[in-house]
C-alpha cells in the first residue's frame, strides 16, 4: 500500500495550489489531509469519505481549501485557494477507515501514510 503525495511548491500570498495523493494497494474509506509546519505538531486540516458525500476541514481552512476524491483514480485532491503565510507546511495525505467528524480528524486514526509534499507560501 502506498500514498503518493505531489502538488506543493512556493507560490505568493493570495495564490491556489492544488495537491494530489495517490493511492495503491487498497481503497480506504475515508482520507485526509494533515499538514506539519516547522516547529509544529501535525494537525488535521481536511478529509473525505468514500462516497465523497462528507467532507471535514479545519475552521482555519474553512472557505479556501476543497477535499475531493476521484475513486477511478484512488486519488485525493485539496484545492487550496487564498493561500496565507501561514499555510505553509509538509502536507501530508492519508487513508484509514474510520469515518465520522470525530476520528476523521484524528492522525491516529488513519493507517498509511504518504510521504508528504513542501508547500511555501511568501508574504
Known amino acids: 500500500v502506498q500514498l503518493q503525495a505531489s502538488g506543493g511548491g512556493l507560490v505568493q500570498a493570495g495564490d491556489s495550489l492544488r495537491l494530489s495523493c495517490a493511492a495503491s494497494g487498497r481503497t480506504f474509506s475515508i482520507m485526509g489531509w494533515f499538514r506539519q509546519a516547522p516547529g509544529k505538531e501535525r494537525e488535521f486540516v481536511a478529509a473525505v469519505s468514500w462516497s465523497g458525500g462528507r467532507t471535514y476541514y479545519a475552521d482555519s481552512v474553512k472557505g479556501r481549501f476543497t477535499i475531493s476524491r476521484d475513486n477511478a483514480k484512488n486519488t485525493v485532491y485539496l484545492q487550496m485557494n487564498s493561500l496565507m503565510p501561514e499555510d505553509t507546511a509538509v502536507y501530508y495525505c492519508?487513508?484509514?477507515?474510520?469515518?465520522?467528524?470525530?476520528?476523521?480528524?484524528?492522525?491516529?486514526?488513519?493507517?498509511?501514510w504518504g510521504q508528504g509534499t513542501l508547500v511555501t507560501v511568501s508574504s
Open positions: 492519508a487513508g484509514g477507515d474510520y469515518i465520522g467528524s470525530y476520528y476523521s480528524q484524528r492522525a491516529d486514526r488513519y493507517d498509511y
